[in-house]
């Protein structure tokens, strides 16, 4: 049986959050800059609840699943610049549920960006000093609401499940949709991943829309390895768990981690560069964390000539640009 949006919809309880379609934008003047790919640029920055973003995706899934369990609060956690947070926060909020965020340190930005939006979603900030001391708040938290009656349903780091991940298949199904109209075909798919679930849902999405780009995820940070086998994990769990009926093997798991620079949410001069080039190309803000240094990438491979002059090449823009406030000194002085 064909793998469609509304077979999932009639299977898996969503809750509506995210505006879609997300546009498909041509972006001609950042082709030209890298000197000849055709890029379009997938605005899944515009998904619209809280300022937007990938999680919005995933937690239409995971708010069905949350109340289709008769949940009456939500839990999650991140790094206190957390977009899946602040996303959260405002699923909670549009669905009249309280938030509680388990934010670890270091505290950089406090007052800007995410943090600033977590407090005026109504969100309840628990703030983590030791972040090794992240998973036994989190048991604490949810053992005293328990105490209290109440029912927390937990969502982990990014929303990254099988459920989650359903998101990410739609998306693909989506995406192939509006190439199709256009009678254009993709040879890749440019994206950053972090916690798996974006880039397991669409290797199952990619498959069941019967597409056959590449999907190229750039980490923000971390390992490689363990990133690739989260996504195989992942997207083997959540091909089952809606019967694709087609292998997921470990050569389609692509993680580049080549431009992480010195870590996670650090801003490296590429960064600065990617982000001022789509800027002042296309009026399109990358955020400093994870979409700027995926373009970073693309930048590069097209600079190389990996990513050929004749390419159709898809960058998914995955939001996060509220971070770019708490970075305002550092982007300034770069
Ligand atoms: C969370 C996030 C990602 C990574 O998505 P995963 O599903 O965790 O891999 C990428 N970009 C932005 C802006 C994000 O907030």
Redesign the pocket.
């Known amino acids: 049986m064909a793998i469609t949006e509304e077979a999932l919809q009639e299977r898996f309880p969503r809750y509506s959050l995210a505006n879609l379609p997300t546009p498909l934008e041509d972006a001609p003047r950042l082709s030209a800059a890298l000197g000849g790919p055709r890029i379009l640029i997938k605005r899944d920055?515009l998904t619209g609840l809280a300022l937007g973003?990938?999680?919005v995706r995933?937690l239409e899934w995971l708010l069905g699943d949350a109340l289709a369990q008769g949940a009456d609060c939500l839990i999650t956690t991140g790094a206190l610049q957390?977009?899946?947070c602040r996303?959260t926060a405002g699923a909670a909020a549009k669905a009249g549920l309280p938030c509680y965020l388990v934010l670890r340190a270091p505290f950089e930005g406090e007052g800007q960006g995410n943090v600033l939006l977590d407090e005026l979603l109504g969100a309840r900030l628990i703030r983590v000093t030791d972040s090794a001391r992240t998973a036994e708040t989190i048991e604490r938290l949810i053992a005293d609401l328990r105490a209290e009656g109440r029912k927390p349903y937990l969502i982990p780091?990014?929303?990254?499940t099988s459920v989650?991940?359903l998101g990410?298949v739609v998306a693909a199904l989506e995406l192939k949709r509006q190439l199709d109209e256009r009678n254009l075909s993709a040879t890749r798919v440019y994206?950053?991943?972090?916690?798996?679930?974006?880039?397991?849902?669409l290797i199952v999405g990619t498959k069941a829309a019967g597409a056959t780009w590449q999907l190229v995820?750039v980490t923000?940070g971390g390992g490689a390895e363990g990133l690739r086998r989260q996504v195989l994990s992942l997207a083997r769990e959540t091909a089952d768990q809606i019967g694709l009926g087609q292998p997921i093997s470990a050569e389609e798991v692509i993680v580049d981690d080549r431009y992480v620079g010195p870590g996670y949410g650090q801003l490296t001069s590429e960064c600065v560069e990617a982000i001022r080039l789509v800027a002042q190309t296309e009026g399109i803000l990358l955020?400093p964390?994870?979409?700027g240094k995926?373009m970073v990438g693309l930048i590069d491979q097209a600079r190389r000539g990996t990513v050929g002059r004749d390419e159709t090449i898809v960058f998914l823009h995955?939001?996060?640009?509220p971070?770019l406030f708490a970075y305002a000194e550092e982007l300034t002085r770069a």
């Open positions: 920055d973003g990938n999680k995933k957390s977009n899946h996303q780091v990014g929303g990254s989650g991940a990410y994206f950053s991943s972090g916690s798996a679930g974006t880039q397991s849902g995820g923000p955020d964390v994870y979409a995926a995955t939001g996060g640009t971070a």
